[in-house]
């Protein structure tokens, strides 16, 4: 029987989310134990730690590419396993937990940025110069291409979206990231957005065709 308990700081736990910090991409979801939730529910030290590693990577890679700063989407992430342990009893399964955290997420992620725009300095403004070579990179990068250099090069294609990304409303940037980064469907990502799936469709419509326009202006 798992002893109830607080879980520890996410950083105590194995598999810390940061172990991929410049990357974006997405690794298979696996499905949750009903009874490791169940216990997780109740308090279970254990089972909460299994569900933290679980879903630790999603939230990170989410956090950076809202927030786009590594640092600020760890601490991201260690509010959100506050938050996440702290309403899990309320959890009702009317979503997969995964989208129902990351929901909460989005919500840090969101207050995060708030605080950000409030104290940000006018050096934290994004140059147009370097959002210009980020799209030239990514044109430059587009083909299909295999060799040693060719994971460095994803690398930093991944880190160049995220200076893009970083240029859109706020709303079409989350929308991007839970469809194509985290692969939600559109129900999910309406869920997680707290918002109509017809919204999330236009939004998307909307960032894509911006992103598109950007990368024909700057290329």
Known sequence: MDEVDDAPPLADVPGPAHRRARGLSR?????????TLASARLGGRAARESLLRDL?????????????????????VQETAVRFLRQLPGFRGDSLL??????????????????????APASAVIDAADLAGSARGLRAGSGAESGPHAAAEAGEQRDQ???ML?????????????RFFEELSVEETAMAMNCAPGTVKATVHQALRALRQKLKNWA
């Not at 690794?27 to 009874?35: Q, T």
């Not at 999603?58 to 640092?71: K, N, Q, S």
Request: aromatic share 4%; net charge positive.
């Open 98 to 119: 995964r989208t129902w955290s990351l929901g909460i997420a989005l919500n840090v992620a969101r207050e995060m940025k708030r605080v950000r725009a409030r104290e």
């Open 161 to 163: 979206l995220r200076l």
């Open 27 to 35: 690794a298979p979801s696996l499905p949750v134990d009903e009874a």
């Open 56 to 76: 630790q990577d999603p939230w990170y890679r989410m956090c950076l590419g809202l927030l786009g700063d590594p640092e600020k989407a760890r601490d991201a």
């Open 166 to 178: 970083a240029h859109l409303p706020d709303r079409q940037r989350e929308a991007i990231v839970l």
